[in-house]
Each structure stands twice: as structure tokens, then as C-alpha cells.
């Protein structure tokens, strides 16, 4: 029962640097997203797919861009990190609409010097 | 989207039963109210959902009152483990743009 599986848990990077995070589910859901966490803070949403080949922006999409490779998968790039992208990053899916429970992955720590 | 509003924080012991209310006053006709649980370093876990009146589940039980502008979730005789932070969300029905926010700290004590 893998559900929501991201990639990598922890990384630390540079400014300027760029990274990729991926995400795969295995629910076969349609829709995926990309939440920030910030600490002592909720979850931010970054970009979501409603389902597969298509993306769009949420409340903090700026210095991040997301392909939706297939059904399973939903990644999010850091083009140029800046130190205000370090926080966790977490992936969720759901089998429809917002009104439907999503499921999270464990996150991944991102730190930016 | 409805915003909610939840308590900060909260305290409780091990074996009392635990209430926390979140208020949508704004919450559509089609909308549905979703709690998640986040333990530190996961991700939110979907706790219960409901549309009116009350719904329970092996976890939790959600009451809704018939304006649907509140909604309260209950836990159950909650233990050191119920420690966590808990989100009310208003289900953006047509729309994926989820609104999370701050949520309710709970402490549970021994």
C-alpha cells in the first residue's frame, strides 16, 4: 500500500541552484497537487492537475513550474532556488473535485542556502 | 472559496472526549466540510467528511448544524497519540483550490 510515494525526503541546495521533486501515486486518481509548508504554518497550494494533461496555478505558484507526466505522476521544479523556497513540500492526490479527501505523501525537507 | 476559522490551540487529558468547532460562514450550498489530521513530519491525513447533520466513522464524528455555518469534530476518550494538528476545510466543489489553514493544534496530556 504505497498510496503517495515523493522524492527525495530531504534536500539541501543552493541559491541559484534547480531540483526537481517527484511525486507517483497509485490509486489511479485523477487529480494531483503540490502543497508548501512552511513552519508552524498550513499547507499552501502551490499547483494542482485536475487530471491528466492538464496544470494549473494555486495561492503561491511564482518560482515553480509542474509537469504531470502521466496519470501517476505529478512533478514540481525549482527553476532558480531562492532561500524563501525552503520549507516542506507535499504531494497529495484525490479521486475527483476539491470536495474529494485527498491523500498526502510524507513530504520532502527542502533547504536552501 | 469559504474561509474557516478554527481555535489556535488546545489542551486535553488522556481519556476526555475532545470538541473543536470551525466556522464557514461563507460555505456554498454544494460545499463539503473535510478534517484532516498531521502528525510532525507527515503529510495531513483525511480524518472525516461530512455534508449535514452528523456523520461518524471509527475515528471521529462530525456534527453539522442545519445553517451548515459551523461544524464540530469530535474524538473520542482521545490518548497521548491524538496529539496533532487538525484542519477543517470547505470542500471547493467544481474546483481543486483547497484552502488549508492554520488548523487546531491539539495537546493531549497524561
Known amino acids: 500500500n504505497a498510496g503517495v510515494t515523493q522524492t527525495p525526503k530531504f534536500q539541501v541546495l543552493k541559491t541559484g541552484q534547480s531540483m526537481t521533486l517527484q511525486c507517483a501515486q497509485d490509486?489511479?486518481?485523477?487529480?494531483m497537487y503540490w502543497y508548501r509548508q512552511d513552519p508552524g504554518m498550513g499547507l499552501r497550494l502551490i499547483y494542482y492537475?485536475?487530471?491528466?494533461?492538464?496544470?494549473d496555478k494555486g495561492e503561491v505558484p511564482n518560482g515553480y513550474n509542474v509537469s504531470r507526466l502521466n496519470k501517476r505522476e505529478f512533478s514540481l521544479r525549482l527553476e532558480s532556488a531562492a532561500p524563501s523556497q525552503t520549507s516542506v513540500y507535499f504531494c497529495?492526490?484525490?479521486?475527483?473535485?476539491?470536495?474529494?479527501?485527498?491523500?498526502f505523501g510524507d513530504g520532502t525537507r527542502l533547504s536552501i542556502l | 472559496l469559504a474561509k474557516t476559522t478554527q481555535p489556535i490551540s488546545m489542551d486535553s487529558y488522556e481519556g476526555q472526549e475532545v470538541n473543536i468547532t470551525c466556522s464557514h460562514n461563507?460555505?456554498?450550498?454544494?460545499?463539503?466540510i473535510t478534517w484532516y489530521q498531521q502528525f510532525p513530519s507527515q503529510g495531513p491525513r483525511f480524518i472525516i467528511q461530512?455534508?449535514?447533520t452528523k456523520v461518524t466513522n471509527e475515528v471521529a464524528s462530525l456534527f453539522i448544524p442545519a445553517d451548515r455555518k459551523s461544524s464540530t469534530l469530535s474524538l473520542p476518550r482521545v490518548s497521548l497519540s491524538d496529539t496533532a494538528v487538525y484542519y477543517c476545510?470547505?470542500?471547493?466543489?467544481?474546483?481543486?483550490?483547497?484552502?488549508f489553514g492554520a488548523g487546531t493544534r491539539l495537546f493531549v496530556k497524561a
Open positions: 476545510l470547505v470542500g471547493d466543489t467544481g474546483g481543486f483550490k483547497t484552502i
Open positions: 497529495a492526490s484525490s479521486s475527483g473535485t476539491g470536495d474529494q479527501p485527498q491523500h
Open positions: 461563507n460555505i456554498a450550498t454544494n460545499d463539503y
Open positions: 461530512g455534508y449535514k
Open positions: 490509486m489511479n486518481h485523477n487529480s
Open positions: 492537475s485536475a487530471s491528466e494533461g492538464t496544470t
